[in-house]
């Protein structure tokens, strides 16, 4: 199972860190990502880490603003996401998968999702 959470309102320029906490066994096997989901859009991905988190993927729009980190001792992926815009206002959801790194950027590669956590960004 996974939980996120951390979203909130925050201004245009501003900061937030999602946060995801997996239960269960094996999650240092996992490969974890966030995707987002604006209203009328589908999902979309927007970051993805690998088991061993030497190995990280961005989408175009949030490279070098957004940063994904995990901690497998504690079970936890993270999401920073800085310098925020309106554009990144959606549901945010984190995701775990076993498959192969190729696959990392597809949600249909994914097993394990989160119940979501909104992001409103204001201008």
């Known amino acids: 199972e996974l939980v996120d959470f951390g979203g909130g309102l925050v201004q245009a320029g501003g900061s937030l860190r999602l946060s995801c906490a997996a239960s269960g066994p094996n999650f240092d096997r996992y490969i974890m990502a966030w995707f987002h989901q604006a209203p009328g859009k589908e999902r979309e991905f927007v970051a993805a880490?690998?088991?061993?988190?030497?190995?990280?993927d961005y989408s175009d729009s949030v490279k070098g603003r957004f940063t994904i980190s995990r901690d497998n001792a504690r079970s936890m992926v993270y999401l920073q996401m800085n310098a925020l815009q309106p554009d990144d206002t959606a549901v945010y959801y984190c995701a775990g998968s076993l498959r192969s790194w190729s696959q990392s950027r597809f949600s249909l590669s994914y097993e394990f999702w989160g119940q979501g956590t909104q992001v409103t960004v204001s201008s």
């Open positions: 880490i690998s088991w061993s988190g030497n190995r990280t």
